[in-house]
Protein backbone atom coordinates (compact mmCIF):
# COMPACT_ATOMS: atom_id res chain seq x y z
CA UNK A 1 0.00 0.00 0.00
CA UNK A 2 1.25 3.31 -1.05
CA UNK A 3 1.88 5.78 1.71
CA UNK A 4 -0.15 8.54 0.60
CA UNK A 5 -2.89 7.54 -2.27
CA UNK A 6 -4.96 9.73 -4.35
CA UNK A 7 -7.36 9.38 -7.46
CA UNK A 8 -5.54 10.40 -10.28
CA UNK A 9 -8.53 11.59 -12.53
CA UNK A 10 -8.73 13.09 -14.89
CA UNK A 11 -11.35 14.97 -13.42
CA UNK A 12 -13.02 16.94 -16.55
CA UNK A 13 -15.66 19.28 -15.40
CA UNK A 14 -17.26 22.78 -16.70
CA UNK A 15 -16.45 25.98 -15.39
CA UNK A 16 -18.38 26.60 -11.75
CA UNK A 17 -18.55 23.03 -10.91
CA UNK A 18 -17.77 22.17 -7.58
CA UNK A 19 -15.28 19.30 -7.35
CA UNK A 20 -13.69 17.10 -4.41
CA UNK A 21 -10.51 15.23 -4.47
CA UNK A 22 -9.49 12.90 -1.57
CA UNK A 23 -6.43 11.06 -0.69
CA UNK A 24 -5.53 8.76 2.16
CA UNK A 25 -2.34 8.41 4.17
CA UNK A 26 -0.92 5.36 5.68
CA UNK A 27 1.09 6.59 8.90
CA UNK A 28 -1.15 7.61 11.59
CA UNK A 29 1.32 9.66 13.09
CA UNK A 30 1.71 12.08 10.55
CA UNK A 31 1.36 15.14 11.93
CA UNK A 32 1.02 18.05 9.05
CA UNK A 33 -1.52 17.83 5.33
CA UNK A 34 -0.74 20.32 2.53
CA UNK A 35 -2.40 20.44 -0.67
CA UNK A 36 0.28 21.43 -3.14
CA UNK A 37 -0.27 22.77 -6.83
CA UNK A 38 1.36 21.58 -9.73
CA UNK A 39 1.08 22.96 -12.95
CA UNK A 40 2.90 21.38 -16.49
CA UNK A 41 6.64 21.55 -16.64
CA UNK A 42 6.73 23.04 -13.04
CA UNK A 43 7.86 23.07 -9.89
CA UNK A 44 4.54 22.49 -6.65
CA UNK A 45 3.34 25.67 -5.09
CA UNK A 46 1.40 25.56 -1.55
CA UNK A 47 -1.88 25.93 -2.26
CA UNK A 48 -3.34 24.80 1.60
CA UNK A 49 -2.00 23.52 4.35
CA UNK A 50 -4.52 21.62 6.41
CA UNK A 51 -3.54 21.28 10.20
CA UNK A 52 -6.46 20.66 12.75
CA UNK A 53 -9.79 19.93 11.38
CA UNK A 54 -9.76 21.73 8.43
CA UNK A 55 -9.56 25.29 6.74
CA UNK A 56 -10.98 27.44 3.95
CA UNK A 57 -9.70 29.42 1.05
CA UNK A 58 -11.68 31.80 -0.56
CA UNK A 59 -13.17 28.77 -3.19
CA UNK A 60 -11.09 26.17 -1.90
CA UNK A 61 -12.22 23.83 1.43
CA UNK A 62 -9.45 21.36 2.77
CA UNK A 63 -10.57 18.90 5.33
CA UNK A 64 -8.98 16.73 7.72
CA UNK A 65 -10.54 13.17 8.84
CA UNK A 66 -7.55 11.60 11.82
CA UNK A 67 -10.07 8.65 12.18
CA UNK A 68 -10.42 7.54 9.35
CA UNK A 69 -6.65 9.24 7.81
CA UNK A 70 -7.90 10.93 4.81
CA UNK A 71 -7.76 14.88 3.88
CA UNK A 72 -10.14 16.45 1.37
CA UNK A 73 -10.41 19.38 -0.80
CA UNK A 74 -13.56 21.28 -2.36
CA UNK A 75 -12.92 23.42 -5.08
CA UNK A 76 -16.07 25.50 -5.73
CA UNK A 77 -16.97 27.62 -8.37
CA UNK A 78 -13.98 25.88 -10.73
CA UNK A 79 -12.47 28.37 -12.95
CA UNK A 80 -10.27 27.27 -16.35
CA UNK A 81 -7.16 28.53 -14.31
CA UNK A 82 -8.00 25.38 -11.18
CA UNK A 83 -6.83 23.32 -14.06
CA UNK A 84 -3.86 21.79 -12.99
CA UNK A 85 -2.27 18.93 -11.11
CA UNK A 86 -3.33 18.69 -7.10
CA UNK A 87 -1.01 16.65 -5.09
CA UNK A 88 -1.53 15.68 -1.22
CA UNK A 89 1.11 16.13 0.70
CA UNK A 90 1.84 14.40 3.83
CA UNK A 91 4.40 14.95 6.84
CA UNK A 92 5.67 14.31 9.72
CA UNK A 93 5.34 11.04 11.96
CA UNK A 94 8.97 10.93 12.97
CA UNK A 95 11.00 13.61 10.87
CA UNK A 96 11.43 15.70 7.93
CA UNK A 97 9.87 13.45 5.42
CA UNK A 98 7.64 14.34 3.23
CA UNK A 99 5.77 12.59 1.06
CA UNK A 100 3.71 13.20 -2.01
CA UNK A 101 0.62 12.12 -3.37
CA UNK A 102 0.86 11.12 -7.68
CA UNK A 103 -1.41 13.78 -7.86
CA UNK A 104 -4.76 14.11 -9.01
CA UNK A 105 -5.28 16.29 -12.67
CA UNK A 106 -7.91 18.49 -12.71
CA UNK A 107 -9.56 20.03 -16.36
CA UNK A 108 -11.74 22.37 -16.27
CA UNK A 109 -13.18 23.43 -19.41
CA UNK A 110 -15.83 26.58 -20.80
CA UNK B 1 7.16 34.08 1.36
CA UNK B 2 10.71 32.22 0.98
CA UNK B 3 12.12 31.89 -2.57
CA UNK B 4 14.28 28.77 -3.65
CA UNK B 5 16.05 29.07 -6.75
CA UNK B 6 17.91 26.27 -8.81
CA UNK B 7 20.41 26.12 -11.48
CA UNK B 8 20.07 25.53 -14.22
CA UNK B 9 17.08 24.92 -15.25
CA UNK B 10 17.72 23.51 -18.33
CA UNK B 11 20.22 20.81 -19.02
CA UNK B 12 21.35 18.61 -22.06
CA UNK B 13 24.14 16.41 -21.91
CA UNK B 14 25.97 13.31 -23.67
CA UNK B 15 25.93 10.62 -21.78
CA UNK B 16 28.58 9.71 -19.43
CA UNK B 17 28.80 13.51 -18.30
CA UNK B 18 28.45 14.06 -14.81
CA UNK B 19 25.80 17.86 -14.34
CA UNK B 20 25.52 19.35 -11.06
CA UNK B 21 22.37 21.45 -10.02
CA UNK B 22 22.40 23.93 -7.88
CA UNK B 23 19.50 24.67 -4.85
CA UNK B 24 19.97 28.38 -3.08
CA UNK B 25 17.48 29.37 -0.55
CA UNK B 26 17.66 33.09 -1.25
CA UNK B 27 16.03 35.02 1.86
CA UNK B 28 16.40 32.45 4.44
CA UNK B 29 18.71 29.66 5.65
CA UNK B 30 18.11 26.04 5.40
CA UNK B 31 19.79 23.73 7.43
CA UNK B 32 18.12 20.85 5.67
CA UNK B 33 17.09 20.36 1.67
CA UNK B 34 15.00 18.14 -0.19
CA UNK B 35 15.86 16.76 -3.51
CA UNK B 36 13.30 15.06 -5.83
CA UNK B 37 12.87 13.55 -9.17
CA UNK B 38 9.56 13.59 -10.95
CA UNK B 39 9.43 11.57 -14.43
CA UNK B 40 6.39 12.52 -16.96
CA UNK B 41 2.84 12.16 -15.48
CA UNK B 42 4.42 10.64 -11.62
CA UNK B 43 4.36 12.15 -8.56
CA UNK B 44 7.65 13.68 -7.09
CA UNK B 45 9.86 11.21 -5.48
CA UNK B 46 12.30 11.95 -2.52
CA UNK B 47 15.82 11.25 -3.32
CA UNK B 48 17.60 12.46 -0.62
CA UNK B 49 17.92 14.89 2.68
CA UNK B 50 20.23 17.09 2.24
CA UNK B 51 21.87 18.05 5.70
CA UNK B 52 24.28 21.56 6.06
CA UNK B 53 27.98 20.30 7.40
CA UNK B 54 26.84 16.22 7.22
CA UNK B 55 26.15 13.70 5.11
CA UNK B 56 23.31 13.14 3.17
CA UNK B 57 20.26 11.04 3.67
CA UNK B 58 19.61 8.97 0.88
CA UNK B 59 16.12 6.97 0.74
CA UNK B 60 16.27 3.57 -0.43
CA UNK B 61 17.04 2.93 -4.11
CA UNK B 62 19.02 6.22 -4.55
CA UNK B 63 22.36 5.27 -5.18
CA UNK B 64 24.84 7.73 -3.33
CA UNK B 65 27.80 7.28 -5.49
CA UNK B 66 25.51 8.32 -8.66
CA UNK B 67 23.79 10.98 -7.13
CA UNK B 68 26.31 13.37 -5.31
CA UNK B 69 25.14 15.78 -2.09
CA UNK B 70 27.21 18.62 -1.15
CA UNK B 71 25.68 20.97 1.51
CA UNK B 72 28.42 23.33 1.87
CA UNK B 73 26.77 26.48 3.48
CA UNK B 74 22.78 27.30 4.60
CA UNK B 75 21.83 28.61 1.55
CA UNK B 76 22.97 26.03 -0.75
CA UNK B 77 23.02 22.22 -1.55
CA UNK B 78 24.15 20.53 -4.88
CA UNK B 79 23.27 17.61 -6.87
CA UNK B 80 26.00 16.09 -9.27
CA UNK B 81 24.72 13.55 -11.46
CA UNK B 82 27.81 11.50 -12.09
CA UNK B 83 28.12 9.80 -15.63
CA UNK B 84 24.65 10.20 -16.56
CA UNK B 85 22.59 8.16 -18.76
CA UNK B 86 19.60 8.40 -20.80
CA UNK B 87 17.50 6.98 -17.69
CA UNK B 88 18.81 9.75 -15.55
CA UNK B 89 16.51 12.38 -17.58
CA UNK B 90 14.08 13.55 -15.67
CA UNK B 91 13.25 16.73 -13.39
CA UNK B 92 14.80 17.31 -11.12
CA UNK B 93 13.24 19.77 -8.11
CA UNK B 94 14.87 20.85 -4.70
CA UNK B 95 13.25 22.21 -1.53
CA UNK B 96 13.90 23.78 1.41
CA UNK B 97 11.67 24.24 4.83
CA UNK B 98 10.75 27.92 5.48
CA UNK B 99 11.97 27.22 9.60
CA UNK B 100 9.24 29.67 10.47
CA UNK B 101 7.63 26.92 12.57
CA UNK B 102 8.54 24.05 14.31
CA UNK B 103 9.56 20.22 12.70
CA UNK B 104 6.91 18.72 10.90
CA UNK B 105 4.53 22.29 10.24
CA UNK B 106 7.37 23.81 8.17
CA UNK B 107 6.16 24.62 4.69
CA UNK B 108 8.58 23.94 1.95
CA UNK B 109 9.21 25.51 -0.56
CA UNK B 110 10.20 24.38 -4.39
CA UNK B 111 12.41 25.35 -6.46
CA UNK B 112 11.51 25.51 -10.08
CA UNK B 113 13.33 22.73 -11.18
CA UNK B 114 15.64 21.24 -13.36
CA UNK B 115 15.00 19.60 -16.66
CA UNK B 116 17.85 17.08 -17.35
CA UNK B 117 18.25 15.24 -20.27
CA UNK B 118 20.65 12.67 -21.40
CA UNK B 119 21.06 12.28 -24.91
Known amino acids: RKEVEQDPGPFNVPEGATVAFNCTYS??????FFWYRQDCRKEPKLLMS???SGNEDGRFTAQLNRASQYISLLIRDSKLSDSATYLC???????????FGAGTRLFVKA | GAVVSQHPSWVICKSGTSVKIECRSLDFQATTMFWYRQFPKQSLMLMATSNEGSKATYEQGVEKDKFLINHASLTLSTLTVTSAHPEDSSFYIC???????????????FGPGTRLLVL
Open chain 1, 27 to 32: NSASQS
Open chain 1, 50 to 52: VYS
Open chain 2, 95 to 109: SAPDGGLAGDRQTQY
Open chain 1, 89 to 99: VVKGGGGFKTI
